[in-house]
């Protein structure tokens, strides 16, 4: 399985920006799919998380109410718009995918699969 992840970039504090993350290679129908985040000095956080059967997501308290995330099953692509910004969501943003477990976990380490990350900066 091959993730690339796109759409990060540089964005003044309660803009938006919409990341995606193209998964390629084989998938099941107990995928879920994860977005997390790091910031300099800082651990990876869960932000988001989908199943690819049914779409039902789960999102970090930090970011609930202003992102959302979607899935396109034909696509293999997940998509988390990002909304109202602010500061402290600066950090390289990855996607990765769980093939196995067939539930959203915040856990990183269960996530066996990830993309190359693609930074998010939010301006004050």
């Known amino acids: 399985v091959q993730l690339q992840a796109s759409g990060g970039g540089l964005v003044q504090a309660g803009g938006s920006l919409r990341l995606s993350c193209a998964a390629s290679?084989?998938?099941?129908?107990?995928?879920?799919m994860g977005w997390f985040r790091q910031a300099p000095g800082k651990e990876r956080e869960f932000v988001a998380g989908?199943?690819?059967?049914?779409?039902?997501?789960r999102f970090a308290d930090s970011v609930k109410g202003r992102f959302t995330i979607s899935r396109d099953n034909d696509r293999n692509t997940v998509v988390l718009q990002m909304n109202n910004l602010k500061p402290e969501d600066t950090a390289v943003y990855y996607c990765?995918?769980?093939?196995?477990?067939?539930?959203?976990?915040?856990?990183?380490?269960?996530?066996?699969?990830w993309g190359q990350g693609t930074l998010v900066t939010v301006s004050s």
């Open positions: 990765a995918v769980d093939l196995w477990t067939g539930l959203i976990r915040e856990n990183p380490r269960v996530y066996t699969y």
């Open positions: 989908i199943m690819w059967n049914d779409g039902s997501g």
């Open positions: 290679g084989r998938t099941f129908s107990r995928s879920v």
